[in-house]
């Protein structure tokens, strides 16, 4: 089974995927999707506050972040890591529980890159925002390392989601029945 919508003037097909016995959920994933990524960051663009740094959880976010910055012409992106890597200079670390990843899961932000966000204005973004965990997870690491969150942005919005007024997103993604039907 799978979703047709148009996202960025681009048409996509999305597998449904099962995430419990009664609710499926439809798969997006940008990576590799150069076409999908390039078009989706400028629409954001045009709808983005002003900031002064973009701010990612890893992974699929990252294209998106990358792109974002590419067009806008920044220099510098962060992404908080789901796991510590050898060249950080130390860790602030907050706990988060996605609807995509089977256990609870971690992400840590690079101390050095925390004083960079420090006072600075830090958007948030994500490929999809359903429960909003991560984005949580994201405000917290932010708050930690002395920055503001000016905005929450994101491709698809899933669920509650849809309802935020704190978010900004280019297409509703819906939930679904095991028979593919929507779930209203």
Do not use: W
């Not at 390039?38 to 002064?52: G, K, M, N, T």
């Not at 989601?161 to 029945?177: G, H, M, N, W």
């Amino acid at each position: 089974m799978e979703y047709k919508m148009t996202i960025a003037g681009l048409e996509r097909s999305l597998p449904l995927c099962r995430l419990t016995d009664e609710l499926y959920i439809a798969a997006f994933v940008i990576f590799g999707d150069a076409e999908l990524t390039v078009a989706a960051a400028a629409e954001l663009l045009r709808r983005a506050p002003d900031y002064d740094y973009l701010l990612t959880a890893e992974a699929k976010g990252i294209p998106l972040i990358h792109e974002l910055a590419r067009q806008r012409g920044d220099s510098k992106y962060f992404v908080a890591r789901k796991a510590p890597k050898l060249y950080m200079t130390g860790l602030f670390e907050v706990s988060v529980d996605s609807i995509t990843t089977a256990a609870d899961q971690k992400l840590y932000l690079d101390t050095a890159d925390a004083a960079l966000m420090k006072g600075k204005r830090i958007l948030l973004v994500d490929d999809v925002i359903s429960t909003g965990n991560s984005l949580r997870a994201l405000e917290i690491l932010t708050e930690t390392a002395g920055g503001s969150v000016v905005g929450r942005m994101s491709i698809l919005a899933e669920g509650d989601a849809q309802t935020r007024s704190d978010i900004v997103y280019l297409e509703k993604l819906p939930l679904f029945r095991p028979d593919g039907s929507v779930v209203e």
